[in-house]
């Protein structure tokens, strides 16, 4: 501006930006002279102002951020996923796709997939949520019953009162039962069942209390992504041991030693988890293998974590669960006595399939009496799990039992969406073996068939491209293609050079064999055309 002095500048300084450079004047021909002060009102608008502008650094931002939080990764809910929310929306708006619908097959949400929920479940939770319900005539006097029972022991006699921080006492004394007639007589105590939001939480608060510095968390590969992301967040280091592909998925005793031995150069492993039935592999340990882990646990002075959420889900014949705690007390001192071990247990999966409840259970063995204080005061910092979650986990350890009116239904209920996912684990192994370039082990167990694909070499130059994984370039041209939304292997971990996907057992008959037959026909047309 011509005439603008640069503000305690000499004449003809060249002009900068000044705070003031107008004033409310009316003689002003556009300049200000030198010395002039602004009017008090003005100078504290200009103030804010200029606060106002400032563009100043974020307190938050990629780089100051945790950086363990950016190292961790939940593939079951990563990309593959996202994008298939974007294609969703894009068909809602109506854009064409070679597809109509997306077909998530790539987690275990068993509602969401369109199975029905377990009719006594719901209806106790309805009462609890609703007690003056407990009037109507519609309701079976045993769901009746058992919503009195637990709201009874409600603060308030409301399901929206916090609980004990370890949840509600009569329900971790079902929980106790449960486990007592599972496990053949053998000895439960309430003391040691902590109820949790989902089996998730009481596995990540379990693996709180056991890391320090530099502790070894022994994990399988293939394994459920939330150990990898929970070891990334408490940076403990992760151990590796493999599945036995080439024999149905099997936990090797040598492989577990290898592993073990190769770690303590780098860390103090501390921790050995088991997940069985297996996620995502489906293999169901057999008793003798039970005993061979806890023999290795107790010799390298491990703490021995079961993951048992599938415990319901055991198709394949001649496959039994077998509890880690069961077999650990029958093998006897010296293991039943010292050996610490903690079990868990959900309503997410099962025939019950309420995912969104987040009800679950861990129970601890031999857990010193201290640290299992610690424990407690651990959960007491999120207050208590759900109450309607810990409600739906008493109706699964305490159902309708022989002579009660609800019975038959749901036994009924419960043998039908068991034997739907025998039927479709047994479909899934039989076409994707029909498929050259695709094997799939045996489903034994759980909900998830992970079978192993042959990529042709242009395929991974390609992927490699594109900096993605293989599999995970399949993964995501098999949803571009067909609107099929399964995850990678390379999520759960695999052997190099292997390539897999998981895929859930958990949409209808019918929407299950189109999935299989327009996946197997993807492979074909992949394959050819990176051949």
């Not at 479709?424 to 498929?435: H, P, W, Y």
Request: aromatic letters at 8%; glycine letters at 8%.
């Amino acid at each position: 501006m011509p005439g603008l002095l640069g503000r305690g500048r000499g004449p003809g300084a060249p002009a900068h930006f000044s705070l003031y450079p107008l004033w409310d004047n009316p003689g002003s021909q556009g300049s200000v002279g030198e010395g002039t002060a602004p009017p008090p009102h003005r100078t504290k608008m200009n103030i804010k102002q200029l606060k106002k502008q400032e563009i100043r650094e974020k307190v938050l931002t990629i780089d100051t951020m945790n950086p363990r939080v950016k190292n961790i990764e939940y593939a079951v809910r990563g990309p593959i996923l996202l994008r298939a929310m974007e294609l969703e929306r894009e068909l809602k708006q109506g854009v064409k796709k070679p597809f109509t619908e997306i077909i998530r097959a790539n987690i275990g949400d068993a509602h969401a997939m369109g199975q029905k929920p377990i009719t006594f479940l719901r209806q106790v939770l309805a009462l609890c949520l609703y007690p003056d319900l407990l009037s109507s005539s519609s309701f079976p006097e045993d769901a009746k019953k058992r919503a009195e029972r637990i709201l009874q022991a409600c603060e308030g006699h409301s399901v929206g009162a916090y609980s004990a921080s370890p949840g509600i006492h009569v329900i971790r004394e079902d929980v106790a039962r449960y486990i007592e007639q599972r496990d053949g007589g053998i000895p439960s105590s309430p003391e040691n069942i902590f109820l949790s939001t989902g089996a998730s939480q009481a596995i990540v608060t379990v693996l709180k209390l056991l890391v320090a510095s530099r502790t070894g968390v022994m994990i399988p590969i293939p394994q459920y992504p939330l150990y990898s992301a929970t070891l990334a967040d408490l940076n403990a280091v992760q151990i590796n041991y493999y599945l036995d592909e080439e024999h149905q998925w099997a936990l090797d005793m040598a492989e577990l030693k290898r592993a073990l031995e190769q770690a303590r150069n780098s860390c103090e492993p501390r921790v050995l988890c088991v997940i069985n039935p297996g996620n995502p592999t489906g293999q169901v340990l057999s008793r003798e293998n039970i005993e061979s882990v806890i023999r290795f646990a107790f010799e390298e002075h491990l703490f021995l974590l079961a993951d048992e959420v599938y415990q319901d889900n055991v198709y394949a014949e001649g496959s039994k669960f077998h509890s880690f705690k069961k077999v650990l007390m029958e093998m006897g001192s010296p293991y039943s006595e010292q050996l610490e071990l903690a079990s868990f247990h959900s309503c997410s999966k099962g025939y019950m399939g309420e995912c969104g409840f987040r009800g679950g259970y861990t129970e601890v063995v031999n857990m010193d009496p201290a640290v299992q204080q610690q424990m407690l005061k651990l959960m007491s910092v999120m207050l208590c799990p759900p109450v309607p979650g810990q409600a739906l986990m008493n109706m699964v350890v305490n159902p309708p039992q022989p002579g009660e009116p609800s019975y038959q239904q749901f036994q009924k209920e419960k043998k039908t969406v068991l034997a739907d996912l025998m039927e479709k684990a047994l479909l899934t192994e039989k076409i994707f073996n029909q498929q050259p370039g695709i094997r799939c082990n045996p489903v034994q167990g759980a909900m998830y068939s992970f079978p192993q694909i042959q990529l042709p070499p242009k395929a991974l130059e390609r992927a490699k491209e594109l900096g993605q994984a293989a599999d995970m370039f399949f993964c995501m041209q098999l949803l571009e293609e067909t609107g099929i939304c399964v995850v990678p292997g390379s999520g759960f971990g695999q052997k190099e050079g292997t390539y897999h996907f998981r895929m859930t057992l958990l949409p209808p008959m019918e929407k299950l064999k189109t999935l299989l037959n327009k996946l197997s026909q993807f492979y074909v047309k992949f394959t050819q055309q990176y051949s």
